[in-house]
């Protein structure tokens, strides 16, 4: 399985960006799907998860300004919709996936979110 992301940037804040993780060499579709952030000198925090058990849910920081979805027209993508970006949203973003019947996760291989004041 290997994850590709794409979609990272530079953007003043109040724009948005549109994050995209493209998922190749499935068989399964994932139980688990979410996007993490690690800013410069914090831990890895969890953004956003979409499950069939629980649910999507947002880190409040996010809430209502980041949607998180899965794939049109047939492609196995994931996608993080980020509107009214805040400096405070500068970081390394990564999606993440979880599939039957291991629950083995795995990560892409991050994409670069900047916003400037």
């Known amino acids: 399985v290997q994850l590709v992301e794409s979609g990272g940037g530079s953007v003043q804040a109040g724009g948005s960006l549109r994050l995209s993780c493209e998922a190749y060499?499935?068989?399964?579709?994932?139980?688990?799907t979410a996007w993490y952030r690690q800013a410069p000198g914090k831990q890895r925090e969890l953004v956003a998860s979409s499950s069939w058990r629980s649910g999507t849910t947002y880190a409040d920081s996010v809430k209502d300004r980041f949607t998180i979805s899965g794939a049109n027209g047939g492609r196995n993508v994931l996608i993080l919709q980020m509107n009214s970006l805040k400096p405070e949203d500068t970081a390394i973003y990564y999606c993440?996936?979880?599939?039957?019947?291991?629950?083995?996760?795995?990560w892409g291989q991050g994409t670069q979110v900047t916003v400037s004041s």
């Open positions: 993440n996936l979880v599939f039957p019947p291991s629950g083995r996760a795995y």
């Open positions: 060499g499935i068989t399964f579709r994932p139980t688990l």
